[in-house]
Every structure is written in structure tokens, then in C-alpha cells.
């Protein structure tokens, strides 16, 4: 976990708190730039290694939505606030979207940056041949045991690199901000238990779909939320398509999205001054309402 407070702020009197969520295969690094940029903006801005990423602790169990959420909460209250703006990336934004139905007072907003509603993920899924083809075949390739870790670690973990490569837009990649970016989160992915464990929700995802704890969680998400949501999205994003994140709206009264231009799925690390603007302007006003 990494913390960023506004200067000169006494411990007892911390402003509003920005909680950050990584996405897949990654590690609270990728979200320093909101980060940073919120602590300027007198935010209280914390990132977070989730369960079995990274830093964090690393159980054999714990890695279905409710429990990740679950952990997300608390954080809230160990940090000394009742409520939290949750910023999730991708698979980070699946966690922050069930926080919000998991205890809805303690989320005053969302920002889900690649991340649709769970829903409308899974009606795109099956509706939608061009999402279809671009997430299905490899969240049920994952369900296989030991092979997809085995994938992960292979040759210094390399995959990791493929996938920030291939998801990103163009002009990122040939820079040194992602050659850093991939060796860290390269290295991250090879501490031990972590690429069992990082691949333990997306089986959650899929396995669920056939199971009780399954149909109640779509039972629970399909309620709309009060709280405001932003969904940002790379322009040139072609693993979670922006019309995906866009087709969130009826699930919550508040709704708006973001285009981030020439970036890909990580617009926070492509475009991290748009990205993180558009972050704080978001936080000021839900901490406003």
C-alpha cells in the first residue's frame, strides 16, 4: 500500500480519502500518478496492493468480488474514514463497482477507468462478438490448472509485458515510463504464490456463472446505485471496448463517461496528466454532494 497526503496535514485531520485500485497483473504502482496528483489537490490518495498482489498478504482463499470488496471497506475504516471516492483499473474497477453494492455508505463514488459495470461486461460477453473474442478466450483458458501460471512465469514472466504491449495504444510503448513499468510489474508477478493467486478471481468470474454464490451476485449488482460514477476510457482501448463501459448507465442514476485520447487500456500510466485531471475534478465533486 502506498499513501499520499496533501503537505502539512496533522494525522488527525486528513482530508477526504481517494481509495486506488490496480487492475490484473499489476501492483498499486500503476495508479501513482492519480495518486500523486490527488495528494496535490489535498486529496488523502492511497494505492493498494489487493490481496495476493504484490506486498500484500497472500491466503489460499479470499479471491471471489465479495471478499475482495470486503477488503476494500475495511481499508477504508483502518485508514480512519467512513467513506471513500474508490478509483478502480479494470479488473480493480470489478472490485470497486461490488464495494459500492457490498457497503454503500462507506463509497461516496466510483471512478472505473476500463471497467464496465459486471453486467454489462457479461451481457457484452454474450451479446457483443467483438468484446466476446476479445476477453472470453483467455479468461477460460485461465481455467486451467497450473498452465496459466505456468504462462505467467515463463521466461521472466514475458507475458506480462505481451499483455501491457498488446493492450496499450500506440506511442506508450517505446517509451521508458513502460519499459520500467514492465520490468516492475515482471518482477511482482515472479514473487512467489502470486501468479496462482492473481489468476484465483478470474476463475471466481467464470466458475460463479454456474453456481449459487454466482446468480446472487448478479441478483445484488443489478440493483441501480446512488452513488456517482465516472467511466473512463482509453480511445484506442480494444480489450475493453469504451461502448462496453458506456453500456454501465442503467446501473446507476449518475452516470458519465470519459474518452482519453491515443490511449489504450491503461490510460492512467498512457495519459497519466489527462487521467489523473479527470480523477480529481471527479473527486471534488462527490466529495461536494
Known sequence: MAEAFPPDTPPDELPPLVLLIHGLNSIWWTMRAPMVALAEAGF????????????????PRGYDAWTLASDVTNLVRALGHSSAVIVGQSEGGFV?????YRRP???RGLVVVGSPHPLAMRHAALRDSTQRRAVVPRLLADQAPRLPERRLTRDGA?????????????????TDDFRETADLLRRAMLIP????????SRRWMVRSQFRPDGRDFRRTVARVLDQPVLGISGAEDRFVLPETVAASAPW???FRTALVPGAGHYPAMEAPDQTSRLIVDFARRAHLT
Open 252 to 254: 446507476a442514476r449518475d
Open 96 to 100: 470497486a463497482w461490488t464495494a459500492a
Open 158 to 174: 514475458a507475458a506480462v509485458e505481451d499483455m501491457l504491449r498488446s493492450r496499450s495504444g500506440p506511442g506508450w510503448c517505446d
Open 44 to 59: 488523502h490518495a492511497v494505492a493498494v496492493d489487493l490481496r495476493g498482489h504484490g506486498d500484500s498478504d497472500k491466503p
Open 193 to 200: 504464490k502470486v501468479a496462482h493467486l492473481t489468476l484465483e
Open 105 to 107: 455508505r462507506a463509497v
